[in-house]
């Protein structure tokens, strides 16, 4: 067995741009996306990761911010995408280690945390391990200390760094990411004072996009229910150069991976947008959720495959 150094090491990733690239939605257990992404009245067996498995090539595994999760989890998720062995796991996380600083990172939770998601890594269903700091992480001394412990505590797993202040985009910062191979994540998010633009800097192997929404209203407001911050739907006009950047970052030497993450989940707004931007990476159309093509019919037109397929495709 392999542990997750060896693992990535070992990892098929090379050939073409397009064999390098996965593009996916952030979490998949959202009652909202029921009847939109998901099948109405799918039943007790349907399995909603499954499904999506049939349709992107990745998804960011969301509840490890909140709860480190069971290796009998991971596992579990492992066997139910066996039948599509390109998909793959990026997990945040836990907000312990990013959001909750009380300390160093303590010996017990980082060793929790690597039994919990070292069954993807193993089965090599792991792309990355995604560091994702809050607006008010800003670049001062005790905030550098706390993201070395951090990156010395994860260093054996591809690390991708998300900070959201404009002040960590700064040479010294840089340099030190890319000396220990810590990717840094090109984020597409509501701009407020401060706020870290779209900006592509190459500090690691992973070219790692996340696509926030642009719902500035809701997303600094207080008191709003949380769903607000991700309601929203990019059109063809901001989304399309993204994956022009995209398909390009695929070529970029060094690059070994490259990932897009749509995670303005909020009525399957995510799904419509990972969508589009595979079939504008690759030219060509895509396999869609029956239902999701009928909820935006306008959104999917010419990106979903319209196939005789369609009885395998939309159970």
Sequence with gaps: MTGPADSAQASPIGGSGEERTWIGVAGWSYEDWKGIVYPAGAGRRFDPLEYVARFFDVVEINSSFYRVPPAAWTRSWVRRVEDHPRFRFTAKLWRGFTHERNGAPAAGDVAEYREGIDPLAEEDRLLAVLAQFPWSFRNGPEERRWLASVVEAFAEYPLVLEVRHASWDEPETLAWLAERGVSLATIDQPLHEGSLGPVERRTGPVAYYRFHGRNWAAWFAEGRPTHERYDYLYDRAELEPWATRVKAAATEPGVSAVVAITNNHY??????????????????????????????????????????????LFP
Excluded: D, M
């Design 267 to 312: 009525q399957g707004q995510a799904a419509v947008n990972a969508l589009q931007l595979k079939s504008w990476s690759t030219g060509r159309s895509v396999p869609a959720p029956e239902t999701l093509v009928a909820a935006y019919p306008r959104e999917l037109a010419g990106v979903a495959a319209q196939s005789p397929g369609h009885g395998e």
